[in-house]
């Protein structure tokens, strides 16, 4: 094998460390015969034809202009079409540089496909884009900046599309997941599927407690879903498939273990009348999904995708009287600093119950008092003990992420400096 087959198979085995999950290699290669894969943040796949070159996703706004270097270092054929297999902007902004280099040399504008819904979510981010590049912010612990211009599909469709384009036919099919418009692709002769992020090697971004509804029912039954049996996909034995992020997953599809609805023990619980908080301390991941190495909880966790599941069928009350129209934050801490005996009493307690390791706890005494006493400096070295404690226990990329956010807020108001602990990229 390959490097990059090399690097996938000791994906599967769990070899590689979870924090090398975000470290793309920057590496290509041709897995077959015309198909070329580069190992970027959110790869790209670029397929030979007749009429040139088809991408399958386009690659980060931030960093385009190097996939665009590294697709024209292995082939100088016209870009004939792009496929997104959803509209995140790591997988859907790479397109300028190829549109700029079509019109230096004269050429037509590549077909730009997609799901009808990519449109949507266009116009969604460029309404909202300071607040996606705050969230990304804070999820990922770096500056990220957010794009406003976006290349919309001009080929679009609803649940299946047969692209046919310079001898080479994809089929195209919706599956909610991770987005609202993903798409993933079949390629019947050479019996290879493409998956996008509906798997990506950690376990499926379907709760984010950040970002808009995601669907995990439909995730986890997404090759057969829309438009075509799990038989086809599945049973037909492709040679490989390829993943939305890190690397190409090798040999016969190793999906099938993924499939089902994540969501049923969640809804029969919410048909029994449990609340929200029970829920979440009743339902977990069954063992032989948890413990795969390629299903860790290194960004996103089962708890949020329980969350994104109440929220879909349930809405956004939790089902506790009290949070249906809640007191303010500030209120709550100066009712409880009453009752304590002062703020000092409750900034003790919550060290003292992080010294016991009872952190959720201890973030909502602090949280409440930093309300109460939004000046305070006392208040806000414990917070930032606190969260930076919380977040150097958390796997979890996006929970680490919120975590040392509230930690950093907390310590620039306290005059002193906190480490971060990790970052990732936005998305």
């Known amino acids: 094998m390959g490097e990059v087959l090399d690097l996938a198979e000791r994906f599967w085995r769990g070899e590689i460390p979870h924090r090398d999950l975000w470290r793309p290699t920057g590496k290509h290669e041709e897995l077959a015969p015309g198909l070329v894969f580069f190992h970027t943040w959110a790869n790209v796949t670029a397929l030979r034809t007749g ?27 016209p870009l004939a079409a792009a496929v997104y297999t959803h509209g995140h902007v790591d997988h859907a902004c790479g397109l ?13 504008e590549p077909a730009i496909v997609g799901h009808r819904n990519v449109a949507a979510r266009f116009d969604r981010y460029r309404m909202t884009a300071p607040w996606n590049g705050l969230i990304n912010s804070r999820q990922f612990s770096v ?30 099919t919706h599956a909610r997941g991770e987005t609202d ?53 599945a049973d037909s034995g492709p040679r490989g498939a390829r993943g939305g992020r890190r690397a190409r997953t090798p040999g016969a599809l190793r999906h099938r273990p993924l499939a089902g609805d994540p969501g049923q023990r969640d809804v029969t619980r919410m048909n029994a009348g449990l609340a929200l908080e029970d829920i979440l301390a009743e339902v977990k991941p069954p063992a032989h999904l948890s413990e795969r190495p390629y299903l860790q909880a290194v960004y996103d966790e089962p708890a949020y995708v329980i969350r994104n599941i109440w929220r879909l069928y349930g809405g956004w009350w939790d089902g506790q009287p009290a949070h249906l129209k809640p007191a303010r ?39 409440w008092v930093a309300a109460a006493a939004p000046d305070s400096w006392a208040v806000h070295d414990a917070r930032a003990d606190i969260y930076l404690a919380r977040a150097q226990d958390s796997e979890a990329l996006m929970t680490r992420g919120i975590f040392s956010e509230a930690a950093r807020e907390s310590a620039i108001k306290a005059g002193r400096p906190v480490t971060q602990p990790g970052a990732g990229q936005p998305r």
């Open 51 to 77: 009429a040139g070159l088809v991408l399958v996703d386009t690659g980060n706004f931030a960093t385009r202009d190097r996939t665009f270097a590294a697709v024209r270092a292995v082939d100088s054929a």
């Open 181 to 233: 418009d993903h798409t993933w692709l079949w390629w019947p002769t050479r019996r290879i599927l493409f998956t996008g992020d509906l798997f990506f090697w950690v376990a499926p971004n379907a709760g984010n407690p950040q970002k808009v509804q995601r669907y995990a029912a439909e995730l986890g039954a997404g090759f057969a879903r829309h438009g075509g049996s799990r038989r086809r996909a």
């Open 329 to 367: 934050e500030a209120e709550i801490g100066l009712e409880v600093a009453a009752l304590a005996g002062g703020i000092d009493a409750v900034v003790a307690r919550a060290r003292a119950l992080a010294a016991e390791g009872r952190l959720a706890l201890a973030s909502h005494l602090i949280d």
């Open 143 to 172: 500056a990220a900046t957010w794009p406003t211009e976006y290349q919309y599909p001009g080929t679009v469709y609803d649940t299946t599309h047969a692209l046919e384009i310079g001898g080479v036919t994809l089929e195209l």
């Open 96 to 108: 300028p540089p190829f549109l700029a280099e079509a019109r230096e040399k004269g050429r037509p």
